[in-house]
Nanobody, 124 residues
Framework: VQLQASGGGLVQAGGSLRLSCVVS???????????MAWFRQAPGNEREFIAA????????TYLDSVKGRFTISRDNAKNTVYLQMNSLKPEDTAVYYC???????????????WGQGTQVTVSS
């Protein structure tokens, strides 16, 4: 399974970005059977969970500090998961990673496959 994240960049505080992650799946499984998530890591910090979307459903979960500002979604026809980020703050600056875990059992923060990361920088 390979994940390719994109969409990062430099944005002013209060602005928006949409991250995308295209997933190449293995034979025998479809993208819709994977739980998908976004994490981020700022310099000097540990990687932290941001949001997840459960396989086969629209059920989502978020880090408290991004609730109401970030939205995770998926397009199973395009093998793609998105992270829409609005009202960005300087503290959102980090490298953002997408991650995948095969369903059906969902275990929080347990992901088997990772993308390469995309840099998001929010200026004040």
């Amino acid at each position: 399974v390979q994940l390719q994240a994109s969409g990062g960049g430099l944005v002013q505080a209060g602005g928006s970005l949409r991250l995308s992650c295209v997933v190449s799946v293995v034979s025998g499984r479809t993208f819709s059977t994977y739980h998908m998530a976004w994490f981020r890591q700022a310099p000097g910090n540990e990687r932290e969970f941001i949001a997840a979307i459960i396989q086969g459903s629209t059920s989502t979960t978020y880090l408290d500090s991004v609730k109401g500002r970030f939205t995770i979604s998926r397009d199973n026809a395009k093998n793609t998961v998105y992270l829409q980020m609005n009202s960005l703050k300087p503290e959102d600056t980090a490298v953002y990673y997408c991650a995948a875990a095969p369903g059906p059992i969902y275990i929080a923060n347990k992901y088997d496959y990772w993308g390469q990361g995309t840099q998001v920088t929010v200026s004040s």
